[in-house]
């Protein structure tokens, strides 16, 4: 069994900023990729951000120079660190990550989500 725990969404000012983590345990053996999605209201759940084994990342055009991901192996965790927020940034964000099992197989796994809400 995987978990993932997210923590550090809220509500907060245009052009705050805010910072996501997302912390995954239980039985892992390698992590592929992570990232950040989003589901705003009405509409789809959209990748935000990745970041591969390797530290590369790619981000949706609507967050590029304003959010950054990282993440930190020795604690399995991916972060997001959203900047010059602003209202359509509102939505539920989800975490994402992809296990490597001792097979070669993958395995994608979620967290429950996180909301941000960007209001003034």
């Known amino acids: 069994q995987v978990q993932l725990v997210e923590s550090g969404g809220g509500l907060v000012q245009p052009g705050g900023s805010l910072k996501l983590s997302c912390a995954a345990s239980?039985?892992?053996?390698?992590?592929?990729?992570m990232a950040w999605y989003y589901q705003a209201p009405g509409k789809g759940r959209e990748l935000v951000a990745v970041?591969?084994?390797?530290?590369?990342?790619k981000y949706t055009d609507s967050v590029k120079g304003r959010f950054t991901i990282t993440r930190d192996n020795a604690k399995n965790t991916v972060y997001l660190q959203m900047n010059s927020l602003k209202p359509e940034d509102t939505a539920v964000y989800y975490c994402n990550v992809r296990l490597v099992l001792p097979s070669g197989d993958v395995s994608d796994h979620w967290g429950k989500g996180t909301q941000v809400t960007v209001s003034s």
């Open positions: 239980g039985s892992i053996f390698s992590i592929n990729h």
């Open positions: 970041i591969s084994a390797g530290g590369g990342t």
